[in-house]
Antibody
Framework: QVQLVESGGGLVKPGGSLRLSCAAS????????MSWIRQAPGKGLEWVSYISSSGSTIYYADSVKGRFTISRDNAKNSLYLQMNSLRAEDTAVYYC????????????WGQGTLVTVSS | EIVLTQSPDFQSVTPKEKVTITCRAS??????LHWYQQKPDQSPKLLIK???QSISGVPSRFSGSGSGTDFTLTINSLEAEDAAAYYCHQSSSLPLTFGGGTKVEIK
């Protein structure tokens, strides 16, 4: 069965960095686009970033552009999000989600990892 | 940026009632509209893709309709397990956006 397991969250000071990982299993990882979506405590969902199956096409939300970097390692079935210059408003649960090629829906989500930015 | 406006924000419903949630897009998005259910302390789950296409494993009481700018998620005969937040999401153009969510409470 499809599994997406995020890790790497934690408490970090403003201006700090963190790297999130998403381990995928149960499907051919290299056949799918992937995305990061976040949810601030008690708030709605916000799309963060997207990467194509090969990693050649990448998009970011304006709120993270220039600070976050998405990447993937298809040999390791893993998705990453390098987060630099973190701000209090980046505090959220970060989900990785799968996107079927040539489709737009997020068909599977991980359980999420909490990132807290606070001094 | 395409803004998705969901209504209502909150609905308290009796079991077996019909629930209707609407999602209005700030510009036409064709059928590139998807619905998700998020139960407390869980990650979102895909309910409906491309406005009206059903998802394997999702109960048939969930259905979607609409195109262009106006979309509807309908839950026929609400069950206690349907207590959750529901979100619409558009994939027509970047940035990808979500509606603000509708919380459904069981009376």
């Amino acid at each position: 069965q499809v599994q997406l397991v995020e890790s790497g969250g934690g408490l970090v000071k403003p201006g700090g960095s963190l790297r999130l990982s998403c381990a995928a299993s149960g499907f051919t990882f290299s056949d799918y686009y992937m995305s990061w979506i976040r949810q601030a405590p008690g708030k709605g969902l916000e799309w963060v970033s997207y990467i194509s199956s090969s990693g050649s096409t990448i998009y970011y939300a304006d709120s993270v552009k220039g600070r976050f970097t998405i990447s993937r390692d298809n040999a390791k079935n893993s998705l990453y999000l390098q987060m630099n210059s973190l701000r209090a408003e980046d505090t959220a649960v970060y989900y990785c989600a799968r996107v079927p090629i040539y489709s737009g829906q997020f068909d599977y989500w991980g359980q999420g990892t909490l990132v807290t930015v606070s001094s | 940026e395409i803004v998705l406006t969901q209504s209502p924000d909150f609905q308290s419903v009796t079991p077996k009632e019909k629930v209707t949630i609407t999602c209005r897009a700030s510009q036409s998005i064709g059928s590139s509209l998807h619905w998700y259910q998020q139960k407390p302390d869980q990650s979102p789950k895909l309910l409906i893709k491309y406005a009206s296409q059903s998802i394997s494993g999702v109960p048939s009481r969930f259905s979607g309709s609409g195109s262009g700018t106006d979309f509807t998620l309908t839950i026929n005969s609400l069950e206690a397990e349907d207590a959750a937040a529901y979100y619409c999401h558009q994939s027509s153009s970047l940035p990808l956006t979500f509606g603000g969510g509708t919380k459904v409470e069981i009376k």
